[in-house]
């Protein structure tokens, strides 16, 4: 009968510590695929209310009665007013959020490659 050779514990701490780096590579895909829907979403919103406020105020009178008033608007102005801001702030939320799936993505690979090592 063969005698079996004792397990490498060099080897095999080798192989549980790539699994577990490919267990967090597989969590991170997944949380960064809803990230960027997050991120897509807020984009479609800010879009959506920016075009929203130009209709707004371009056609619907809100420009007119900017220019001919000097205080107290209605809403063809104010509408379109919030709309424009809820559009920068979506466009902020989005900015921001890709900034961090950005960097997260930059540290996951900088930890890929010095695990590879």
Same mark, same amino acid.
């Given at each position: 009968?063969p005698?079996?050779?004792?397990?490498? *514990?060099v080897?095999d701490?080798?192989?549980?510590?790539?699994?577990?780096l490919?267990a967090?590579?597989?969590?991170?895909?997944?949380?960064?695929?809803?990230?960027?829907?997050?991120v897509r979403?807020?984009?479609a919103?800010?879009f959506?209310?920016?075009?929203g406020?130009?209709?707004?105020?371009?056609?619907?009178?809100g420009?007119?009665?900017?220019?001919?008033?000097?205080?107290g608007?209605?809403a063809?102005?104010?509408l *379109?007013?919030?709309l424009?801001?809820?559009?920068?702030?979506?466009a902020?939320?989005?900015?921001?959020?890709?900034?961090?799936?950005?960097?997260?993505?930059?540290?996951?690979?900088?930890?890929?490659?010095?695990?590879?090592?």
């Open positions: 009968m005698a079996e050779h004792p397990a490498d *514990p080897n701490g080798n192989s549980r510590a790539r699994e577990e490919a967090l590579l597989a969590a991170e895909s997944a949380k960064a695929r809803t990230e960027m829907r997050v979403g807020l984009w919103l800010a959506i209310a920016l075009a406020a130009l209709v707004l105020w371009l056609f619907f009178g420009r007119e009665q900017f220019v001919s008033r000097d205080s608007y209605d063809q102005v104010l *379109p007013a919030w424009a801001l809820a559009g920068l702030l979506s902020t939320g989005a900015t921001i959020v890709f900034m961090i799936r950005l960097m997260r993505g930059a540290l996951g690979n900088i930890v890929e490659r010095q695990a590879r090592k």
